[in-house]
Structures are given as structure tokens and as C-alpha cells.
């Protein structure tokens, strides 16, 4: 099948370690919502309907697509089984909205994942473009470059006041939400981030967990992104939010400077202990498995730990959640299962980057 090839446990580009405070920014994404406008949005229009859209708009990418450097792949979400869908959504190729959608819907996947287009999610389109680190305007010109390519061959929903029409209020104007995915350990432990949050919202901005709305902020990673699409210009969006993420990163780094001045060697414990328990414990849950990456992450970006390589703890990050244990093992586990092939998975890629993990198993 098509699909498999997204489903392996590769690495997307948007999980390697490269770009402006990328020891702090994990990655960007900027996403635009689209409609067609002879066609009914999504929460009213009939089958047939949704059948026309994803005809519409795929005809466009796979034939046109090269043309702006980009191959696609073409994945009808119906076909997917529950499990196949979860990894897309824990790769943040899909949304958690379109692997449960009612109605025919499709992704399209660039080869290196870096670009997707979900077609009848919310809206008509979702264009989703994924870069790693802090790459803002990179991020946008991606997005921007596919959404000309659909602008000129198809006709969208426009008004010369309101700016594009979306299924959501909130999103109409530019239609654009752009995010940047931060590492925050230090603001965290010293709970200074439970002011800062309060803050970002008071300024039109949302904070929210590794998976978006509703989802917790595991291993202190959170999404930091424009709550605001009407009355404003792209520009002037990725402004205020490049702004708001410098002073953010600043704000980290004079945590961590104080952590390191004030506690060194508690600090360097910690960050110890919890590359002990990654490479030698049996048993994983989710949760102590992105705490120990966090503190593991953070012991390389103070210079702790200089044997590890960052690009394979953000694939762990992704690789560890539920599905993908799941999908990688080839069935369906339960959740003790789970969480030893989660450890067996963190001995094994951390054995292959030179790191002993052998250890001695219990009588």
C-alpha cells in the first residue's frame, strides 16, 4: 500500500536537529485553512460532494505538483484502519480530526514529509507545512508556494472583507495558524511557566500540549500559536508570534543559566538518572519516557551529556506514543506490552548510537 511507507519508523525531516534555537524550538508549522467555493463546507456538504473536492484538489497536486518541487502520495483516510490512522496523527501528519472523520477524506503526503494537505477535515484543505527548529518564514513560503499552486487552478472561497471563508469563525481571514513547538524544562521546574502562560493569552496568542488542543505539554514540550486570523496580516502574524518565541527562548535560557548556577550537581543527577533509566529500564510508560527525554535533552543542551544525538531523541519522542509501538510491532499490545517494547525501543536505538545499554537482566 501506498501508505506504508509513511507508517515505518523513519524519521521526518521535521524531526532532525538543525535551525535557529534549536535547542529550545523543536520545530515550526504553519497551517492554512481552504475552501472550494462551489462546493458546501464540510460539516453540511453530502458525500458526493466530498468525493469532488478530493478529486478537485488532488488532481492539482499530483499533476502540478513537481512543478513547485514536490511529489505527493495519496492516502484515502477511509481505508485506513484505526491504528494506521493514530500513527499519522502521532507523526503530526494528520490531524486528530481528519483520522476521525465521518465523510470521505484524504492526505496528501510529500516524500520527505515535510508538506501536507488534508482534504474535507474542517475545511475543504488543511495546508500543513512542518520544518524543524525555528524557521518560521521558511515554514510559510512552503505553505505559501502550494497554496498559489491551488489558488490558480481552483476557485476559493473569498471575501474581499472577511478574507477566506472557513467552516470555524476563528480561522477566517487569513486563515492561517502558525505554531512553534518548544522544549520549556527549566521555565517548567521552576514553575515560572504558570505565569508566562496566562500572559501569551492576554496577548492573542494560545499555549497548548505536544498534539495540539485538549493534549498534555509531555516532556515540557509545548505549541506556542496565533489565537488571531482576522484583522491581521500574515505578516504581521509570524511577527508577533517570532516576537513572542524569542522572548520566550530568552526567558528559558536564563532558567536554565540559573538551575545550572544554583543547583549543578542536583541538575546533573537528574539529567543522569534519567539517561540511566532510558538506556537499562525494562518497563516504559509514556509518561516517564518523555520526562527522562526532556531531562536527557536538556543534560545535552547544557553540555552534560555529549554522546548522545539530539535528531534520535525527537525520533524517540515520536516513535515511543502508543500506536506506533503498535504499528512497529506488527499487533495489537496491551498497555504492559507496550510499555516493555517502549524500553526495548529506547535500548536499541540508543545501543546504536554507541551508548552501552546491555546492562545485566535479573535472575
Known sequence: MAIDRFLQPRASSWMANNGEHVDIAMSTRIRLARNLDEFKFPYAFSEDEALKVDKAVSSVLLDKGKEVGYGFTHINIEELNDLQREVLVEKHLISPYLANSQHSSAVLLSDEEELSVMVNEEDHMRIQSLQSGFHLQEAYDIANKMDSLLEEN????????????????TNTGTGMRASVMLHLPALTMSHQINRIIPAISRLGMVVRGIYGEGSEALGNVYQISNQVTLGKSEYEILQDLQNMTEQIIEQERRARE??????????EDRVYRSLGVL????????????????????????????????SILNEL???????????YAGRPLEA?????????????RLADNGINTKGEDFA
Do not use: W
Open 154 to 169: 481552483l476557485s476559493y472561497a473569498f471575501h474581499e472583507k472577511f478574507g477566506y471563508l472557513t467552516s470555524c469563525p
Open 317 to 327: 519522542m515520536v516513535f515511543m506514543q502508543p500506536a506506533f509501538l503498535q504499528q
Open 258 to 267: 540559573a538551575l545550572n548556577a544554583n543547583s549543578p550537581l542536583l541538575l
Open 336 to 348: 504492559k506490552e507496550r510499555d516493555l517494547a517502549r524500553a526495548e525501543l529506547f535500548r536499541e
Open 279 to 310: 538506556t537499562h529500564a525494562r518497563l516504559l510508560n509514556t509518561e516517564e519516557a518523555a520526562t527522562c527525554l526532556s531531562d536527557v535533552r536538556l543534560g545535552i543542551d547544557l553540555h552534560l551529556i555529549t554522546d548522545v544525538d539530539m
